[in-house]
């Protein structure tokens, strides 16, 4: 079955360490996204990449790093100059365009202390 | 400022009822809106995507308006059940806009 895969579902980490959270679709789409979802607000966008090698920043990249060296794969650091990094992050993919839906992971619970 | 506002964060209605959420929008000019159901824990799910130039879309008991003058979408669930319990997304987008803007959502529970 074509999807998209988060892991883990869950991560402790201590304040001060960075963490990186895997996405990795086998839907041969192009476009890859990571969202920020928090309690009563919406998605928030990180980043996201419409192509291999090329990424640009969301509405709140400060904090975060991506790369995308393979078109399945486009894992997301949280770097320790994130604030606030204690939330449920969703990678997303599309075949590419403005129009196209977007295809969800089941997400990554983070919890820094 | 630019917003997307859904309906009152919950909603509740009985089963068999039809159920109606709202997504209004200020200063933006989307070329299509789409509609996302999301569960507890899980990433959302794609269900229908309406464009600026279509009044009404349906898919089964799912039924979306888009009305450009209003800035607003109305997602109906018909003969809704239980099973149709769970927090709808709008998102806006189109060219001008270059990637998707998302609503806080709706949470809907559906009684028996």
């Known amino acids: ?113 | 400022s630019q917003k997307i506002e859904q309906n009152s964060e919950a909603l509740n209605i009985q089963e068999g009822k039809t159920a109606t959420l709202t997504c209004n929008y200020t200063n933006y000019s989307p070329a299509y809106l789409q509609w996302y159901r999301q569960d507890p824990g899980r990433g959302p799910v794609f269900l229908l995507l309406i464009r600026e130039n279509e009044k009404e879309k349906r898919k089964e008991r799912l039924k979306v308006t888009f009305d450009t003058t209003l800035k607003q979408s109305l997602f109906h669930i018909t003969a809704s059940q239980p099973a149709d319990s769970a927090t709808y997304l709008c998102a806006l987008g189109g060219s001008t806009l270059g990637r998707l803007y998302f609503g806080r959502g709706t949470q809907l529970t559906v009684w028996p």
């Open chain 1, 1 to 113: 079955d074509g999807g998209i895969t988060q892991s883990p579902k869950y991560l402790f980490r201590k304040e001060g360490q960075n963490v990186t959270l895997s996405c990795e679709q086998n839907l041969n789409h192009d476009a890859m996204y990571w969202y920020r979802q928090d309690p009563g607000q919406g998605l928030r966008l990180i980043y996201y990449s419409q192509i291999v090698n090329d990424f640009q920043k969301g509405d709140i990249a400060e904090g975060y790093s991506v790369s995308r060296e393979k078109k399945e794969s486009f894992p997301l650091t949280v770097t320790s100059a994130q604030k606030n990094p204690t939330a449920f992050y969703l990678c997303a993919s599309s075949i590419g365009g403005h129009n196209s839906p977007l295809h969800f992971g089941n997400g990554t619970r983070l919890t820094v202390t």
